[in-house]
């Protein structure tokens, strides 16, 4: 099993920035591929940004289309915590974000989520 807690949520005026975090415990593996989702009042859950293992210490990353050069999502090995920074941050960004570990083919872990409210 993998623990996964998220924090670093919080209320920011638009154009700010916040930095989530995601802290891994258990039986962690630094091969598996990392997710941040988010999920707005009213809308399903959609993809944010993952980075995938590659080989030895190289990773992949990829957004969604509408956070592309305003997020950036990180990991770092060492302390087994994968970090989503976000900057230029609008309304429609306000969700709450999860953070999820893919071991296999699907994300099989889940944290419980961090709230991110944006004010206009």
């Known amino acids: 099993q993998v623990q996964l807690v998220e924090s670093g949520g919080g209320l920011v005026q638009a154009g700010g920035s916040l930095r989530l975090s995601c802290a891994a415990s258990?039986?962690?593996?630094?091969?598996?591929?990392m997710g941040w989702f988010r999920q707005a009042p009213g809308k399903e859950r959609e993809f944010v940004a993952t980075?995938?293992?590659?080989?030895?210490?190289?990773?992949?990353?990829n957004y969604t289309a509408s956070v592309k050069g305003r997020f950036t999502i990180s990991r770092d090995i060492a302390k087994n915590t994968v970090y989503l920074q976000m900057s230029n941050l609008k309304p429609e960004d306000t969700a709450v974000y999860y953070c999820?570990?893919?071991?296999?083919?699907?994300?099989?872990?889940w944290g419980q989520g961090t709230q991110v409210t944006v004010s206009s």
């Open positions: 999820a570990a893919k071991g296999g083919e699907e994300y099989d872990y």
């Open positions: 258990g039986r962690t593996d630094s091969r598996y591929d």
């Open positions: 980075t995938m293992w590659l080989s030895g210490y190289v990773y992949y990353t």
